[in-house]
């Protein structure tokens, strides 16, 4: 079974703090990808890359940063946070080729801007 | 870009109850289309695929169709057991020169009472 590890699970900053969650992967995948989840909103895709150095936009991607630095490890930059960045954030994983397209994601990270 | 709407925001049935779920979307690709499940306090996982128009995918006794010609797609099940209360997304899979990254609707969450 893929293995798809965030930290921290929960983190609680300040409007205008700056916060970096973490997001690695130990399965080789090309794929990795940030979404958001609210409620009425489902998830969003934030950001995503399909290799180190890579980073695609995804679809609500203002106020944020994302940088691959490896195959495995993908992070996301709050530089400015807001309370309407308060959410619970996955990342997941994905060989992304025709014959394996499915996302793995970890258990999330729950984020309060107070 | 893509889209997946989802109207059904929460459904509560008995058990034994049929469950019918059903979602549209819009693509200007050839579509593929998944059914996400997430339960309380981890990240979604993939239920099923479904593969070509007309044809189900099937799973844990869930079953899935599309209608190419209402670009329609539903997750039914003949009988909901407790153990199968939880959120369900429709998602829709795209890929282009960016990649490949898929849409989430906004969510079931079907609570099924003993």
């Known amino acids: 079974e893929a293995a798809v590890t965030q930290s921290p699970r929960n983190k609680v900053t300040v409007t205008g703090g700056n916060v970096t969650l973490s997001c690695r992967q130990t399965n080789s995948h090309n794929y990795m990808y940030w979404y958001r989840q609210d409620t009425g909103h489902g998830l969003r895709l934030i950001h995503y890359s399909y290799g180190a150095g890579n980073l695609q936009i995804g679809d609500v991607p203002d106020g944020y940063k994302a940088t691959r630095t490896t195959q495995e490890d993908f992070f996301l930059l709050l530089e400015l946070a807001s309370p309407s960045q308060t959410s619970l954030y996955f990342c997941?994983?994905?060989?992304?080729?025709?014959?394996?397209?499915?996302?793995?994601f970890g258990h999330g990270t729950k984020l309060s801007v107070l | 870009g893509d889209s997946v709407t989802q109207m059904q925001g929460q459904v509560t049935l008995s058990e034994d109850d049929f469950l019918f779920i059903n979602c549209t979307y819009s693509t200007t690709w050839y579509p593929t289309l998944f059914w996400y499940v997430q339960y309380p306090g981890e990240g979604p996982q993939l239920l099923l695929k479904?593969?070509?128009?007309?044809n189900k995918g099937i799973s844990r006794g869930f079953e899935a169709t599309y209608d190419k010609g209402t670009t329609s797609f539903h997750l039914q099940k003949a009988s909901v057991q407790e153990s199968d209360s939880a959120v369900y997304y429709c998602?829709?899979?795209?890929?282009?020169?960016?990649?490949?990254?898929?849409?989430f609707g906004t969510g079931t969450s079907l609570l099924v009472d003993p």
């Open positions: 997941a994983s994905s060989d992304g080729t025709v014959s394996n397209e499915r996302l793995f």
């Open positions: 998602v829709l899979g795209e890929r282009s020169n960016m990649g490949y990254k898929l849409t």
């Open positions: 479904v593969t070509t128009a007309n």
